[in-house]
């Protein structure tokens, strides 16, 4: 028989490590992405003395990647300091599963958000964040770096796909370089929203296409 | 648990019939000529009585006369020469609207994106929860300037089959014309042009057991249409390019070979398969109208769960499905039919088409049932949604 993925991704998609959820976690996240409608939930055990993640776990409502890399990610963030874990990126994830599909790249990169935003709420539960600074470009940018390009696999940035952002007053404007029949042009659509809509001084997001 | 692998996606593709490759055969190695050179040499003229035989065969199974029937090279194309056709045709003449249905299938979807690019005006018709198009709708839709309704017999996902008489009387008062893509109705389902008043039909052979690259399109007589595919002569010089004769017979074989009592047995399939997964798996949705449907369709939501997950889990039973999950789709959206519907990205998320064929006995639909509340139940115990609290 022959699958469209790696023998890692099918053994983590077979048998997920760490699934379920961690009763009075120290810090919790869910991260969804409406334009695949993948959601993964990701929940963490801090030791406060080490700041090591003694414990973790992750559920999935998504696809054979999605489910896949929330695996991986638990095994590759157990016993790391919280910055070590931060620093876990989606390459990461992909290395560790012997590579994933381009257009797959979308799905797996929630539960690398998933683990990130667990990490943040433990940071924020325990007084651990600096003082929340008003959204400018530059965060537009960084957040715009989490969005897939299904067609190489990579962010939207740097695949120079966005050719425009404005932020004024709480209303943001992201200008991308496809035209807006592109056969993903609505799924990168609802994938800025998701992204950019959380940040907390953002009212409005208008996502503009260049044709 | 079966030790052989299940088909269970015949809207996708089909198995290939022994006795249609047998038809085929003779016209791969003895009369391998086209029709085209029947006044060169004699293999010519039975190139062309083997296309004419295939040709009357076809056009008769519709109630047509064999001048109202063309080759093309499968569905995707007939509905590409019905729409773009019409529009050439007509366009500059009658009128520049077109009206089709929201969750038609992407070949007349598509071709309707390009025409409105071209200039006309389209009206993409919403559908009910069950599919249906809504007859009232249809008729105020419908202007002066309209020259063309394309709605399909059957939905491709949701199997829902269309009042096509009711469509095609409305047509026919308003004189417009009226194109149904049949491709996955013919020849199970009956459609009768001689009663029904539709003017276009796709038809294709891959969904029947017969050959890919081979459809047809029915032009009733007098139909204004222009030739879309340029270069010879060929189909009544409505269609250019060499004929594919093997296609062709094996096409007509195909066709010959579907009975009213297989027809049944998919059906008896159908029925179990939806009756038994909405009894037997909790949260589970069946999409499309109950009985109105495709003889051997049958579209479930299981609800909590992805849909390209599932497909995976089974393909590695051995068992072969299809989903309307975005992340199967090349586009990343969920499908479009099922949003049609009303149906928002959770019911197309763990959307699965069951289609069944010749080859799928009732053994197959309890294996897979068996599986799929398995591996749906497996699914769901690592899924946030959906837990007691």
């Keep these: 028989m022959r699958f469209p993925y790696s023998e890692t991704v099918l053994e983590h998609f077979r048998h997920p490590r760490n699934v379920g959820k961690i009763e009075n976690a120290d810090g919790k996240a869910i991260e969804g992405s409406p334009a695949c409608g993948d959601m993964v939930s990701v929940y963490i055990s801090v030791d406060p003395n080490t700041n090591k993640l003694t414990d973790i776990k992750f559920e999935s409502y998504g696809c054979a990647s999605n489910i896949a890399t929330g695996s991986i990610i638990t095994e590759l963030a157990k016993g790391k300091t919280l910055d070590e874990a931060k620093k876990i990126t989606w390459k990461d994830a992909s290395e560790a599963l012997g590579g994933l599909p381009k257009i797959k790249a979308h799905c797996s990169v929630l539960a690398v958000e998933g683990l990130r935003s667990a990490i943040e709420n433990y940071e924020e539960r325990h007084g651990m964040v600096r003082d929340r600074k008003p959204t400018t470009v530059e965060t537009v940018r960084r957040r715009l770096k989490k969005v897939m390009n299904p067609l190489s696999g990579l962010d939207l940035v740097r695949t120079n796909l966005v050719r425009d952002i404005e932020v004024n007053d709480g209303a943001v404007r992201v200008v991308v370089d496809l035209p807006a029949d592109n056969q993903f042009a609505s799924a990168i659509k609802d994938e800025i929203v998701q992204k950019i809509e959380p940040l907390w001084d953002v009212k409005k997001v208008a996502v503009e296409f260049t044709e | ?389």
């Excluded at chain 2, 809207?11 to 019939?17: F, I, K, M, N, V």
């Excluded at chain 2, 047998?22 to 004699?42: G, L, Q, R």
């Excluded at chain 2, 909790?282 to 609800?303: E, M």
């Design chain 2, 1 to 389: 648990m079966l030790n052989r692998p299940v088909y269970m996606d015949n809207a996708a593709a089909t198995r290939l019939d022994e006795r249609v490759l047998e038809a085929m055969k003779p016209y791969f190695f003895d009369i391998y000529a086209v029709a085209t050179s029947e006044f060169a040499y004699s293999q010519g003229i039975e190139a062309r009585e083997a296309l004419d035989v295939a040709r009357e065969a076809l056009a008769a199974a519709l109630g047509a006369a064999p001048e109202e029937f063309i080759f093309t090279s499968g569905s995707t194309e007939s509905s590409n020469i019905a729409l773009k056709g019409v529009a050439l045709a007509l366009g500059n003449k009658k009128g520049k609207h077109i009206i089709v249905s929201k969750i038609e299938d992407f070949p007349v979807l598509y071709s309707s994106r390009v025409l409105e690019k071209q200039g006309l005006q389209v009206t993409y018709l919403d559908v009910d929860s069950d599919g249906f198009v809504d007859l009232d709708k249809l008729r105020d839709s419908i202007t002066d300037e309209t020259i063309l309704v394309s709605i399909q017999h059957a939905n491709q996902e949701i199997g829902t089959i269309q009042n096509i008489e009711d469509i095609g009387r409305i047509c026919r008062e308003k004189g417009v014309l009226f194109h149904t893509d049949a491709t996955h109705t013919f020849p199970r389902v009956s459609l009768d042009v001689k009663k029904i008043p539709v003017d276009l039909v796709t038809l294709s052979a891959h969904t029947i057991h017969g050959p890919k690259g081979i459809g047809g399109l029915y032009i009733r007589q007098g139909t204004q249409i222009a030739k879309w595919v340029d270069g010879g002569f060929q189909e009544f010089n409505l269609r250019a390019g060499l004929e594919n004769i093997p296609g062709a017979v094996g096409f007509a074989k195909a066709v010959q070979l579907v009975t009213p009592e297989e027809t049944e047995r998919l059906q008896a399939m159908r029925d179990r398969i939806i009756d038994r997964m909405i009894a037997e798996i909790p949260n589970s949705t069946l999409n499309g109208h109950r009985w109105k449907r495709l003889p051997q369709n049958a579209n479930i939501t299981f609800h909590f769960v992805e849909g390209e997950s599932i497909t995976l889990h089974l393909d590695m039973h051995g068992i072969a499905v299809s989903t309307g999950s975005a992340c199967f789709s090349r586009s990343l959206e969920g499908s479009h039919v099922i949003f049609g519907i009303g149906g928002d990205h959770e019911r197309a998320h763990g959307s699965i088409r069951f289609t069944f064929g010749r080859y799928n006995t009732m053994e197959d639909v309890d294996a897979v049932v068996q599986t799929l509340a398995e591996v749906v139940q497996e699914l769901r115990s690592i899924s946030p949604l959906g837990k007691e609290k």
